[in-house]
């Protein structure tokens, strides 16, 4: 593909009276995302507890992090967190959209599944943590209900399933209006030309869903690595630090140890991975196609 030329670029960025109309929107983003964003690149460069007044160290908050080793083992705690939640995420997803699409009660269940997003966290956890505490829970009377909290493992897996029954329903909702938008035409010449279910779903439905799958598995990542409410509210990073994520670090770093300069470098880092990963997923995902 040749590359763009001159005059191209001159009839890319001519002025249209039109662009005046994105003047609100650019001045909102730039108030509420840029200015804040360049903020925290200044107060990365300072050594400041946000009492005392902030000494200026350059890039020193950052040349820590390589040596933090509480940072490095939130960061393998969080890509834990994201290779269970994220697969999970995406494969139920498409799983529930295929099994409610064209059903007389797709409308209800949709509602069922998209209400958990609705309610507040706070009451959320609060809900989970009465029916899930080992010792004294809803649940523990009729069920076993594993140690999660004397067991790092089960930890992890409650704030997975915590996520995913918060988030999931929108994800079928993404999945399922891709769904709505694959010509049935496609299908029903599948089926004229002899091709079974599986082979339509893995050479026509598959491949059209590949937009929606794309654009969860970056919301999903964007959602994992930027995690911190459940793991606050449910674990409190705990047990032993299994689940300390680096949205809980970010948190701890901050607001109580006061090192909000260190704490602004890692917000840095976490924003440079996050962007990365939805970055590499979304190209792997288009050079497939």
Sequence with gaps: MAPPSSTQFRRAWRFNPAHLFA???????????????????????WDWSGLSAPKEVGLENYRRILTDAAFWASLRTTLYFMAMALPAFVILAVLLALALDGQRYERPVKALLFLPGLVTLGGATLSWYTLFAPEYGALAALVPIPRWDQEVFWALVLVVLFTLWR??????????????????????AAAVDGATAAQAFRYITLPLLRPAI???LVIGTVLALQ???????????????????LGYYLYETGFENFRLGYAAAITVIVLILTLSFAYAQARLLREGE
Excluded: C, N, Q, W
Aim: proline share 6%; glycine share 10%; aromatic share 14%.
């Design 227 to 245: 995690s911190y409410s459940a793991v606050f509210l449910l674990t409190r990073g705990g047990p032993f630090g299994g689940t300390r994520v």
């Design 214 to 216: 794309t654009f969860l």
């Design 167 to 188: 988030h999931v329903g929108y994800g079928v909702l993404v999945v399922s209006a891709r769904l709505k938008a694959i010509p049935r035409t496609l299908l029903e």
């Design 23 to 45: 003047l609100p929107a650019m001045g909102i983003l730039a108030l509420f995302i840029l200015y804040p964003f360049l903020d925290v690149l200044r107060f990365s460069t």
